[in-house]
């Protein structure tokens, strides 16, 4: 088992964000990052900067960005710096958008227009030269390709992942026939692209927190196990084993949905109604099983040594909770030990 540890960028409290970087490096987590959304956070490129200069082992990257608000030279630009900064450690993660692009008045991606940009960056750092939206763009200063990960939420994601990715954050969720299938899609989608599921560097995305029981950890990120149950509710139902009694309320979580009170927790000053839904809309348990690691640190071993019986390897830790140098020491006190770490 391999574990990451995201943590939004916050310029107003710098030296938290440096500690939190090194404490997850020295705790041995694999992977550290930070996402893109200006309207709740600083610039992530500057974070990843700051993210390289603490750390020395951990691969850094974005978790994650979108097509949608930087031109794909902007972005290889931009991540090929942080690339260089940390000796090659990084990775950029991209998705269609989240409130990184609804709280900037703009719609996401289409997964075509995805793919387009995905493969514009990889023929960027390769040949110095793509096509994009019909016309030559130029990016001339560096030849070291930088991973490219995606975060699938759905079928068609899926499908586009496993053909083009290099590695993947998992958003469908930790019931057993969700990972039996989402593993399925990506072996098939790759294969049919000519390489192998093995060829992907496969992570499942987790809504985390400790707490003195079950109930009490998930109180502490309403509004993050919220935001996942959100990004669930988009697009189709098909593919995505959703009950069909969940399907209604999962929508009316989306028609309210505010996506400035997107990584919000109950000790902020400005609250919003994304919290109160878990409990109104009766989504407590569903969201939580589906998307959470949450509860004691025995609670934590039990969830994920389960996990790991049915194909899951590594887990990237969303930073929601208050307390995140706390959340990281133990793990690395309280969990670690009792798993197999590689």
Known sequence: MRFAFGNGFSPTKLDEFRAVARAADDAGFAMTMTGDSPALGGDHYVG??????????????????????RHPVVAAAAIASVNEIAGGRAFLGLSTGDSGVYNLGLKPATQAQLEEYILTIKTLFEKGEAQFQGTTVHFGWSRRAVPIYMAP???????LAGRIADGVFLETGFIPEVIEDTLQQLADAAREAGRSIDDLDIWWHA??????????????????????????ARFQ????????EIWPRLQELKRRYDFMGHHERPDQTRPTSNATMLDELGLREYLSERFA????????VTRIKRLESLGVRNIAF???MSDKLGFIECVRSAVMPHLSMH
């Open 48 to 69: 990843l900067a700051m993210v390289a200069l603490s750390t020395t082992r951990a691969r850094i990257g974005s978790y994650i960005s979108n097509p949608v608000t």
């Open 153 to 159: 939420g759905g079928p068609k994601g899926l499908r």
């Open 207 to 232: 809504r985390a927190s400790f707490g003195k029981s079950i109930d009490d950890a998930i109180d502490q990120i309403p509004s993050g196990i919220l935001g996942i149950g959100n990004r669930l």
């Open 237 to 244: 139902k098909e593919g995505k084993f959703i009950p069909d």
């Open 293 to 300: 690691i949450v509860g004691t640190p025995e609670d934590f």
């Open 318 to 320: 969303s930073g929601l």
